[in-house]
């Protein structure tokens, strides 16, 4: 299995683009996260889905963000427009259950800078 | 306050030392995840329990429901083991919605 693929693994942007983050989950997996890691906050969960539909949402930072899962194998994440304060790593991560009882498989993650 | 505490924040250790690392919360949970990220930024599950102990190789975690805390131990620790070590909890929110809320991570250094 190639596990969680995220692309791309590097993105920078200047300020006001559009920037759209793609995750390819583990074949079979329930469940997918985005997740945004920065040093002020660590490791945020900004939305997850379940069988292809958003069940939480109330991390994602404001309506400049939005995620989609148009099918069991993909998902995007888009920011527009962009802003420097969005710069952080974006984590995508699937699991086969939720988090009660499965453990979770992490993308690389996409490091983006936005200046 | 946080919901999760980790300690310490940062740890130095001489090479084959026993290593612990300390996670609290402070609400019910419906399980405890341990994660690992190396400095080249990748996260890997190690763990995931909601009771009694669990061991992977040189890896120990244990958990304590009633007092809210988990301990992750590392024997014989080597240079390798260097990354930062993430405690994340997994909270009920609703029936049917279930997140994870993560400490600040310890970063562990394991010196030659």
């Known amino acids: 299995d190639a596990g969680v693929i995220q692309s791309p693994r590097h993105e920078v942007t200047e300020m006001g683009q559009e920037v759209t983050l793609r995750c390819k989950p583990i074949?079979?997996?329930?469940?997918l996260f985005w997740y945004r890691q920065t040093m002020m906050r660590g490791l945020e969960l900004l939305i997850y889905f379940n069988n292809n539909v958003p069940i939480d949402d109330s991390g994602m930072p404001e309506d400049r963000f939005s995620a989609k899962m148009p099918n069991a194998s993909f998902s995007t994440l888009k920011i527009q427009p962009s802003e420097p304060r969005d710069s952080a790593v974006y984590f995508c991560a699937s699991s086969s259950h939720s988090s009660y009882n499965s453990p979770l498989h992490f993308g690389n993650g996409t490091r983006l800078t936005v200046t | 306050k946080n919901e999760v505490e980790q300690s310490p924040q940062n740890l130095t250790a001489q090479e084959g030392e026993f290593i612990t690392i300390n996670c609290s919360y402070s609400?019910?949970?419906?399980?405890l995840h341990w994660l690992q990220q190396h400095p080249g930024g990748g996260i890997v599950s190690l763990f995931m329990l909601s009771s009694g102990k669990k061991k992977h190789g040189r890896l120990i975690a244990t958990i304590n429901i009633q007092e809210k805390h988990s301990s992750l131990h590392i024997t014989a620790s080597h240079p390798r083991d260097s990354a930062v070590y993430i405690c994340a909890v997994g909270l009920r929110v609703r029936f049917g919605n279930e997140k994870l809320t993560f400490g600040t991570g310890t970063r562990l250094t394991i010196i030659p």
């Open positions: 609400v019910g949970i419906s399980a």
């Open positions: 074949s079979g997996h329930d469940y």
